[in-house]
């Protein structure tokens, strides 16, 4: 094999079909609906049914499936002292990756039937914002609470947080981040989830496995990465300094580039639209000057490159007043929808991922007896 034959980062090459998802410069479709329209439209219930079932839910439909999330809200007590045991400066993804896993040994649904499946796709999106908002309160010194029924899930998440009703925009913000995250097609963490599929391995590992891939900073981690990044500078110009420096030393700007989107990342211009809002709202235009000072030269050099929905979310959260410690955590809580969707698509029609190395390593050798290893 040449050299020319390797695709580092497996950049351009299809590794198969998906009727889930469709990502390309010009429209990110789920199920075939535009995501602005999806966004307009839908709460994430309705989109989390729409990738798990295959079909937007009519109202009795919907009412299933969050009766089917009310029924699964709520941690056990041996996941609750997991929980309490995890030292309290371990990230939050290893937290959420932990104690799913742990969780799953008392998973309730059982069976590989589809329907059994879509069952556990459920039972995970609800165990997963109960482990993040209980770790949220205990790491603020406060005990869990349970889930308050006849809530839609983002408000569900913002009140097991605060243990209050969310405002009306939060709510709203928050279901819109869990709509734009809820699927992207073969990244990094869903083609991780898929390859371990392929194994015929189950769809909790596949979930815990696709968590370890989300946390990398070149992945969901981003997010955080880029409110921090926003959060260092104290003004504008000190912003445009820093970012004209990173680019001349060729350094990567957390929360923008995407290997798909080459002129712009469709849920990136719905998410700042509404970053904008919320900023007057709250009075932090002086956040959105920093935002753009990192933004414009990096938008506006020769080889543009353009932010991901990454860097509005991240402010987004922030203006909502949730620790960055949480962004990536909330990411995996919508992406679970997409990654379950993704399991049941690759073990129905299932071949095991296999690809092939380019060999770098020494030539064939024999191995000398141990006294003779320098
Ligand atoms: C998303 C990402 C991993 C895609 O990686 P990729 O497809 O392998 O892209 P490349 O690293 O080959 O980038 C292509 C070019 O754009 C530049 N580039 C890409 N992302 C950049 C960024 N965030 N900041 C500055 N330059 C960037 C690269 O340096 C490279 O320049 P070159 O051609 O002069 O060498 C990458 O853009 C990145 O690391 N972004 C920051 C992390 C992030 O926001 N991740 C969330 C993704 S949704």
Redesign the pocket.
């Known amino acids: 094999m040449t050299m020319e034959a390797v695709k580092a980062?497996l950049?351009g090459v299809v590794v198969g079909d998906t009727a889930i998802c469709c990502v390309d410069q010009g429209q990110l479709l789920y199920r075939g609906y535009p995501i602005a329209e999806l966004a307009e439209k839908c709460n994430f219930g309705e989109v989390a049914h729409l990738l798990i079932y295959g079909e937007l839910p009519n109202r009795s439909q919907l009412e299933v499936f969050r009766e089917q999330l009310a029924e699964f809200h709520g941690l056990r007590a041996e996941v609750l002292n997991t929980l309490r045991m995890i030292p309290p400066d371990v990230p939050m993804m290893s937290v959420l990756r932990t104690c799913i896993s742990m969780a799953s040994h008392f998973d309730p649904v059982q069976g590989q039937q589809v329907e059994s499946l879509r069952r556990r796709a459920i039972w995970l999106l609800a165990v997963a914002s109960d482990i993040v908002a209980a770790r949220f309160r205990l790491a603020s010194g406060k005990e869990p609470i349970p889930p308050k029924p006849g809530l839609d899930h983002a408000e569900q998440m913002l009140y097991m947080f605060h243990g209050k009703n969310p405002d009306a925009l939060s709510a709203r913000l928050l279901d819109l981040t869990l709509v734009l995250y809820a699927e992207h097609d073969f990244n990094a963490s869903t083609f991780t989830s898929r390859v371990v599929a392929s194994t015929a391995s189950d769809m909790t590992s596949c979930t815990v496995s696709a968590i370890g891939a989300l946390k990398g900073?070149?992945?969901g981690g981003?997010n955080e990465e880029a409110i921090n990044l926003i959060l260092k500078f104290k003004s504008p110009a000190e912003a445009s300094a820093w970012v004209k420096d990173a680019?001349a030393r060729?350094?990567?700007?957390?929360?923008?580039?995407?290997?798909v989107y080459k002129h712009g990342d469709h849920r990136a211009v719905i998410l700042e639209r509404e970053m904008r809002k919320l900023a007057e709202v709250k009075g932090r235009q002086d956040l959105v000057a920093i935002y753009d000072a990192i933004k414009n030269p990096?938008v506006n050099k020769e080889n543009p490159?353009y932010p991901?929905?990454?860097y509005p979310c991240g402010v987004v959260y922030y203006l909502m007043g949730l620790p960055p410690d949480l962004y990536t955590p909330l990411f995996a809580c919508s992406r679970i929808a997409g990654w379950c969707a993704h399991y049941i698509e690759q073990i129905q029609n299932n071949r095991i991922y296999r690809p092939l190395s380019h060999y770098i390593g020494p030539p064939l050798r024999s191995v000398p007896p141990i006294e003779k290893r320098g």
């Open positions: 980062g950049e900073p070149l992945h981003a680019l060729k350094e990567k700007v957390m929360g923008f580039g995407h290997r990096i490159i991901n929905v990454d």
